[in-house]
């Protein structure tokens, strides 16, 4: 056990999908697992392991923004073992290329300050994913049709900006999507040689002011899930 996770040794499985909402965990995990156990239930933060397709999978919740996430991946991989972690969650679409219900895959991920930041000191590390993963991801978003982006994300550390000047700036690099938690998670995992990589679905367009209907969601955070599980195991 540790501060924040109830799990047993041999709980957690190496390959650990994260999604930020621990309800959503609870779905996909009974969506797409077999057999799936609730190993953690600490501070309502949720996570459960089962199987897919034969391989040990575990679905756990990371909370929101890069703090939350950052406790759960040093803990998941310090403590229970974890090499391989996901991150599957939502988006704000920057470009007006990338359309409400699309998957953006993320090589890189930008930010102004991670709980990181410290490590580097005046040095400016460049979070990316890990490339297997990454390879996995796209072939498996193209076996299914799935309309996906490639390409760097912005992950914001507030959820309230009010800087529209930089969401111009980097929307001008072709900055795909801003999302809260992906470039902790590279970083995390880079210090720690575990693999990461972060798949989103596009639920809100910072341009068009679009959002993705609430009965939608679960379908086309589906599509993310079996794009993730791929990735993992191809």
Request: proline share 5%; hydrophobic share 45%; aromatic share 6%.
């Amino acid at each position: 056990m540790t501060p924040h996770i109830g799990a047993k040794p041999g709980d957690i499985a190496e390959t650990v999908l994260m999604p930020g909402d621990p309800r959503r965990a609870r779905w996909a995990a009974e969506t797409f697992l077999d057999d799936p156990v609730c190993v953690n239930e600490v501070r309502g933060m949720l996570g459960f392991t089962g199987s897919w397709k034969g391989n040990r999978v575990t679905i756990h919740g990371s909370g929101m923004g890069m703090p939350s996430l950052s406790i759960y991946a040093n803990e998941l991989i310090r403590e229970y073992g974890a090499r391989t972690l996901i991150r599957i969650g939502s988006a704000g679409a920057m470009l007006e290329r990338v359309k409400i219900r699309d998957i953006v895959i993320a090589m890189t991920a930008s930010t102004m300050a991670t709980p990181s930041r410290g490590f580097f000191r005046e040095m400016q590390f460049a979070p990316c994913a890990d490339y297997g993963l990454l390879e996995n991801a796209v072939a498996a978003a193209r076996a299914k049709g799935t309309t996906t982006h490639v390409g760097g994300i912005y992950s914001s550390d507030v959820f309230y900006d009010e800087r529209p000047d930089l969401t111009e700036m980097l929307a001008r690099h072709g900055t795909l999507c801003v999302e809260m938690e992906a470039a902790e998670l590279y970083t995390v995992a880079a210090r720690l040689g575990a693999r990461a990589l972060a798949i989103l679905t596009i639920s809100d367009h910072l341009i068009t002011h679009e959002a993705l209907p609430a009965e939608d969601r679960e379908r086309s955070f589906g599509d993310m899930v079996e794009i993730a599980l791929n990735a993992a195991f191809p």
